[in-house]
């Protein structure tokens, strides 16, 4: 059986430095990988996917995630945290149906 | 363009009684997925709809819980005789063609409180 764990529940990051959010998968296959993010009272949207075209995924906002198969893992990064990127961050494993399996999920703080 | 829709966006009931959330997702698209986030779970697959094949209803919780599609579009989650640890938000998403690389529209979902 698959599973997401991601390492850190909450992160908290001060405006203008890097952001980390650590996810690790387990799969028998080669997996789809996605980060999605929730914003306060918003819907989920996608960040980024991996589908196995690249192991370095750029996302929207200046979000990338590198898929490293010898870790099984699939970090988010950030080079500049910004305000607006206050908000939960899901890391997301698809099967073969698509059927998503999410992480507990990491709530990033950014201070001023 | 219109994304994936869900009505109500907020419903209250009273322990026993039955729900109905709808979901309307994208237009063309024949993937369907019913997610559940709540507390104590997280967020959970319920069920899922391609085309007119039989649903994968393995992430359903109990016998309570039931969903249709109808003519390939809208979808019903219905949860008969409610229980206080049905709270949570329930979340459709749609998908051009329900394969694993698919992007998950996901629509803004529905509240439910169980009173």
Request: with cysteine; hydrophobic share 30%; aromatic share 10%.
């Amino acid at each position: 059986a698959q599973s997401v764990t991601q390492l850190d529940s909450h992160v908290s990051v001060s405006e203008g430095t890097p952001v980390l959010l650590r996810c690790n998968y387990s799969s028998s296959y080669s997996p789809s990988l996605f980060w999605y993010v929730q914003h306060p009272n918003k819907g989920l949207q996608l960040l980024l996917k991996y589908t196995s075209a690249a192991t370095l995924v750029k996302g929207i906002n200046g979000f990338e995630a590198e898929f490293k198969k010898s870790e099984t893992s699939f970090h988010l990064t950030k080079p500049s945290a910004h305000m607006s990127d206050a908000a939960e961050y899901f890391c997301v494993q698809g099967d073969s149906w698509g059927k998503l399996q999410f992480g507990a999920g990491t709530q990033v703080v950014v201070t001023p | 363009g219109a994304g994936v829709s869900q009505s109500p966006s907020n419903k209250v009931t009273e322990k026993g009684k039955d729900v109905e959330l709808r979901c309307d997702p994208i237009s063309g698209h024949t993937a369907l997925y019913w997610y559940r986030q709540s507390l104590g779970q997280g967020l959970e697959f319920l069920i899922y709809f391609q085309g007119n094949s039989a649903p994968d209803k393995s992430g359903l919780p109990s016998d309570r819980f039931s969903a249709e599609r109808t003519g390939g579009s809208v979808s019903t989650l219905t949860i008969q005789r409610t229980q206080q640890e049905d709270s949570a938000v329930y979340l459709c998403a749609s998908t051009d063609t329900g394969t694993s690389t698919d992007t998950q529209y996901f629509g803004p979902g529905t509240r439910l409180t169980v009173l």
